[in-house]
C-alpha cells in the first residue's frame, strides 16, 4: 500500500485560497487514483475530488466545481488540491486517499488529513 501525507492547511479569510497537497511514498502513486474527501465536526465524511491515474480524468462534488482544482505530479509523487474562494462552509478536515479506481469504495490508502478552517 502507499502512505499518505496530507499538507497545506491553515486558517484562511472567506475569498481566500489554499492549496493541499498529498505526497505518496511505499509503493507506485502513479497507479493510484488520488482522491480528496473531507469531513466537517459532527458530520459525514464527503467527497470532493478525484483524478485518474494519468491526470486525465477529474470529477468533483457540485459544492466545489469551478473553485477547487485537482492535479498530481506523478514524478514527485505528489497530489494537489487548489482551493479558491473558500468560505466557511469548506472548513473541515481533508484527507487524500489513493486506490485503484476512482470509485470512493476503492479508495484503500488514507492520509491522516489537515485541517482547513475558513473565518467569515
Known amino acids: 500500500q502507499v502512505q499518505l501525507v496530507e499538507s497545506g492547511g491553515g486558517l484562511v479569510q472567506t475569498g481566500g485560497s489554499l492549496r493541499l497537497s498529498c505526497a505518496a511514498s511505499g509503493s507506485t502513486f502513479s497507479i493510484y487514483a488520488m482522491g480528496w474527501f473531507r469531513q466537517a465536526p459532527g458530520k459525514e465524511r464527503e467527497f470532493v475530488s478525484a483524478i485518474n491515474w494519468t491526470g486525465e480524468k477529474t470529477y468533483y462534488a457540485d459544492s466545489v466545481k469551478g473553485r477547487f482544482t485537482i492535479s498530481r505530479d506523478n514524478a514527485k509523487n505528489t497530489g494537489y488540491l487548489q482551493m479558491n474562494s473558500l468560505n466557511p462552509e469548506d472548513t473541515a478536515v481533508y484527507h487524500c486517499?489513493?486506490?485503484?479506481?476512482?470509485?470512493?469504495?476503492?479508495?484503500?490508502?488514507w492520509g491522516q488529513g489537515t485541517q482547513v478552517t475558513v473565518s467569515s
Open positions: 486517499a489513493a486506490g485503484v479506481s476512482m470509485r470512493e469504495p476503492d479508495f484503500a490508502s
